[in-house]
């Protein structure tokens, strides 16, 4: 379904990711962990066309991406939830999710989208008519993966979707994450949280310095000594 092949990417003079190269098959829950400032971020919004490459492909479906502008991948079927989430604090819920379903093809499908969303997070239909900034880190954390679903997505980036939240959150955060992804969505997820981006994710890959320097199941990375030490403290 998605193909990098050489990514490279830099702030100014400064790289960021250099010759990264990855897939992610069709359906498939795919994790990239690594430690703070390995370039998930850049990686991610590159991927969503919120950064640029300078260099290599980003090919989906066949289709090669690399150069398109950001709206463009969204029409494409991709959308991110990005770090800390970026809401609109003094619209209300259901604007927010609005906001997510403004393509086309997402807008003749606004209803349904809407249901499958509060489905899956029941809080957030008790709070439509309430400003997202009054919400609490978890439903707000909600609303982002939300809007982002609104749109339909056939690929869903996630960056960070544990951030700042507490253990029990956390969990059902990575339930409703499953959930999407146990329905067909392709779900490509970076996170800090190694332990728990394992226990749900089909393959993962270790992002380091900007390159990637291991990829396996969970299982496979778990074995690895190297990567135990380094990411679960053991």
């Not at 939300?146 to 059902?172: H, K, T, W």
Request: proline share 4%.
């Amino acid at each position: 379904m998605l193909e990098v092949r050489d990514l490279q990417v830099a702030y100014g003079q400064a790289p960021a990711l250099w010759g990264v190269s990855f897939d992610l098959r069709e359906h498939e829950l795919l994790c990239v962990v690594g430690p703070n400032g390995a370039g998930k971020t850049t990686l991610i919004n590159t991927l969503a066309g919120m950064l640029r490459a300078h260099a290599g492909r980003i090919v989906l479906d066949g289709r090669d991406i690399t150069t398109l502008p950001p709206y463009r991948f969204c029409e494409a079927g991709v959308a991110i939830v990005p770090e800390g989430r970026r809401l609109f604090g003094s619209m209300s819920v259901l604007e927010n999710l609005e906001i997510g379903s403004l393509l086309a093809a997402a807008k003749a499908r606004r209803a349904d989208s809407l249901g499958a969303v509060l489905g899956l997070f029941p809080v957030l239909k008790e709070k439509l008519g309430q400003a997202a900034g009054e919400l609490s880190g978890g439903q707000q954390q909600m609303l982002a993966i939300g809007r982002a679903l609104m749109a339909r997505p056939r690929l869903l980036l996630l960056d960070e979707p544990s951030l700042g939240l507490s253990p029990l959150i956390v969990n059902e955060m990575f339930g409703a994450i499953r959930r999407v992804n146990d329905e067909g969505t392709a779900v490509l997820l970076v996170e800090q949280n190694v332990s728990m981006a394992l226990r749900v994710a089909q393959r993962a890959y270790v992002l380091e310095h900007g390159r990637m320097v291991a990829e396996g199941t969970p299982d496979e990375l778990m074995q690895r000594d190297e990567v135990r030490r380094a990411y679960l403290g053991v």
